[in-house]
């Protein structure tokens, strides 16, 4: 529906009230009334009527160019509200780590473009603890991040993620169909740095054993390569090792270990609309 703004405007530049109503297919009513509401708003006379056509008054005059301020900033917003509802020029920041990055993340965002192809990605990869860090600072629209290693921010599971444990060929232990995690604390142990929050280090806190943490490692693909050169066990996430078993001995733990992988967020209302737009996309995904 057109605004008053714009249809006293358009009465104007026409010169006409019955050439403004059949442009815009209003009755001339319609259009009439439009313009008395301004004239109650205003308390005042905007438009001279005489038999030879129409006229602004004095005051009509100079009530003009906020008008059309008004009429040309409401054209704006329409367009902005239109170029929002397409994502132009929209870009998404995303926090996120290792195996999201390479598994479903490549493939959601692709599908995503192709419904709005000028829509942009900005991801920076990082652990639990950063990735809490740049949505609560705004660095990031959301993140990916376990779930249980992100208070104070909003969450939604996708999935669950449990680890295995991961040998060099030959080591002893892979002569056992399932490890424990006592088999484990005799080893030396390389620790995927996960931030401030640990899914091993907690497995093994809870089991009262204390672990020989000789590295840790943030990239989990390092910690493969590491364990293929016999440097130490490892326990690693299923999806992370999909398609990298080569040179390695992978069984399962006794103890089960496993993240709530989780959409992150610090204020659904005040993300913006293109990040709520994709957010919405991966959750239908899941």
Same mark, same amino acid.
């Given at each position: 529906?057109?605004?008053?703004?714009?249809?006293?405007?358009?009465?104007?530049?026409?010169?006409?009230?019955?050439?403004?109503?059949?442009?815009?297919?209003?009755?001339?009513?319609?259009?009439?009334?439009?313009?008395?509401?301004?004239?109650?708003?205003?308390?005042?006379?905007?438009?001279?009527?005489?038999?030879?056509?129409?006229?602004?008054?004095?005051?009509?005059?100079?009530?003009?160019?906020? !008008?059309?301020?008004?009429?040309?900033?409401?054209?704006?917003?329409?367009?902005?509200?239109?170029?929002?509802?397409?994502?132009?020029?929209?870009?998404?920041?995303?926090?996120?780590?290792?195996?999201?990055?390479?598994?479903?993340?490549?493939?959601?965002?692709?599908?995503?473009?192709?419904?709005?192809?000028?829509?942009?990605?900005?991801?920076?990869?990082?652990?639990?603890?950063?990735?809490?860090?740049?949505?609560?600072?705004?660095?990031?629209? !959301?993140?990916?991040?376990?779930?249980?290693?992100?208070?104070?921010?909003?969450?939604?599971?996708?999935?669950?993620?449990?680890?295995?444990?991961?040998?060099?060929?030959?080591?002893?232990?892979?002569?056992?169909?399932?490890?424990?995690?006592?088999?484990?604390?005799?080893?030396?142990?390389?620790?995927?740095?996960?931030?401030?929050?640990?899914?091993?280090?907690?497995? !093994?806190?809870?089991?009262?054993?204390?672990?020989?943490?000789?590295?840790?490692?943030?990239?989990?693909?390092?910690?493969?390569?590491?364990?293929?050169?016999?440097?130490?066990?490892?326990?690693?996430?299923?999806?992370?090792?999909?398609?990298?078993?080569?040179?390695?001995?992978?069984?399962?733990?006794?103890?089960?270990?496993?993240?709530?992988?989780?959409?992150?967020?610090?204020?659904?209302?005040?993300?913006?609309?293109?990040?709520?737009?994709?957010?919405?996309?991966?959750?239908?995904? !899941?």
């Amino acid at each position: 529906m057109l605004s008053r703004y714009e249809i006293f405007c358009k009465v104007m530049e026409n010169g006409s009230f019955t050439k403004t109503a059949e442009e815009l297919g209003y009755s001339q009513s319609a259009v009439s009334q439009a313009v008395r509401t301004l004239e109650q708003e205003t308390e005042t006379v905007l438009i001279d009527r005489k038999k030879d056509g129409i006229g602004l008054t004095a005051d009509g005059e100079q009530y003009l160019p906020y !008008f059309q301020q008004i009429y040309q900033a409401e054209k704006n917003l329409e367009r902005k509200e239109e170029e929002m509802k397409g994502l132009t020029n929209s870009a998404i920041r995303i926090g996120t780590f290792t195996s999201v990055s390479r598994t479903f993340l490549p493939r959601l965002m692709m599908e995503f473009k192709k419904q709005y192809p000028e829509v942009r990605f900005i991801l920076q990869q990082g652990e639990y603890t950063s990735i809490a860090q740049w949505v609560r600072n705004g660095s990031v629209d !959301f993140g990916f991040a376990n779930a249980e290693a992100v208070p104070g921010l909003e969450t939604s599971i996708l999935y669950k993620d449990e680890m295995a444990a991961v040998l060099p060929k030959g080591h002893p232990l892979t002569g056992k169909q399932v490890i424990s995690l006592k088999d484990l604390e005799q080893e030396p142990f390389i620790l995927l740095d996960e931030g401030e929050y640990s899914v091993p280090e907690q497995a !093994f806190r809870r089991a009262g054993l204390h672990p020989k943490i000789e590295y840790k490692v943030y990239d989990d693909y390092s910690i493969l390569a590491m364990v293929r050169q016999s440097l130490g066990v490892s326990a690693m996430y299923k999806r992370v090792l999909e398609g990298f078993e080569a040179g390695l001995a992978v069984r399962p733990v006794k103890e089960r270990m496993e993240r709530p992988v989780a959409l992150v967020w610090k204020d659904w209302n005040t993300m913006p609309f293109a990040a709520r737009k994709f957010v919405s996309y991966v959750r239908l995904k !899941f």
